[in-house]
């Protein structure tokens, strides 16, 4: 069993709706999540980070962690063709290593 | 500002070649790091650099050679490459405050062709 676990989709949605992306982990030491979101070719860009279970919310993004699930999310409202993209969840016990999710490839039909 | 830039953006190198890839950033964070990525995969850790000093080699083979002159800057050499290690060679940096490390924030990559 991987340490964590990301659906890699693809996920096709229309212009407009809302993206929810979801990573499962089973190590408890995690105590950093972040997302990231790749374009093709392209360096990943830090999206949003947290240290602790809640939301999160930065414009059209929000970031959910359950730690007593072991569960984070990351929701896209108003979703935009520039959003296609692949999201990387990555997840930190403090000791320099990540540990990235497969990525899930997103595309959002204009 | 968070930007770590690379270069250069893309290399193309025979195997008996000797290159280097560079990394800067001016974001005052004190630990560095390489990543390789190939296509469709995440980011694999290769080296991790914390106060200017090599403190993970995830097992990395010799003929790469990280390098950190400065708590801004962190060089890759390459030597006697392999075709399997064409990829997209990543750096990236995270803040260190006390004991702990935080999120960590990507270059644009530079694409390595060894042929």
């Known amino acids: 069993q991987k340490e964590v676990e990301q659906d890699p989709g693809p996920l096709s949605v229309p212009e407009g709706a809302i993206v929810s992306l979801n990573c499962t982990y089973s190590?408890?030491?995690?105590?950093?999540f972040m997302w990231y979101r790749q374009y093709s070719r392209k360096g990943p860009e830090l999206l949003m980070y947290?240290?602790?279970?809640g939301n999160k919310e930065d414009g059209r993004f929000t970031a959910q962690v359950d730690k007593s699930s072991k569960y984070i999310s990351l929701f896209i409202r108003d979703s935009q063709p520039s959003d296609s993209a692949t999201y990387l969840c990555?997840?930190?016990?403090?000791?320099?290593?990540?540990?990235f999710g497969a990525g899930t490839t997103v595309t959002v039909r204009a | 500002d968070t930007e770590v830039t690379q270069t250069p953006k893309h290399l193309v190198m025979g195997m008996t070649n000797k290159k280097s890839l560079k990394c800067e950033q001016h974001m005052g964070h004190r630990a560095m790091y390489w990543y390789k990525q190939k296509a469709k995969k995440p980011p694999e850790l290769m080296f991790v650099?914390?106060?200017?000093?090599?403190?993970i080699n995830e097992s990395v083979p010799s003929r790469f050679s990280p390098e950190c002159p400065n708590s801004s800057l962190l060089n890759l050499h390459l030597h006697a490459l392999q075709p399997e290690d064409s990829a997209l060679y990543l750096c990236?940096?995270?803040?260190?405050?006390?004991?702990?490390?935080?999120?960590?924030?990507f270059g644009p990559g530079t694409r390595l062709t060894v042929t």
């Open positions: 190590n408890s030491a995690f105590q950093y």
């Open positions: 990555a997840m930190s016990a403090n000791d320099y290593k990540l540990s």
């Open positions: 990236a940096s995270s803040p260190i405050l006390g004991d702990f490390t935080y999120e960590q924030y």
């Open positions: 947290t240290y602790s279970s």
């Open positions: 650099y914390s106060y200017e000093k090599l403190s």
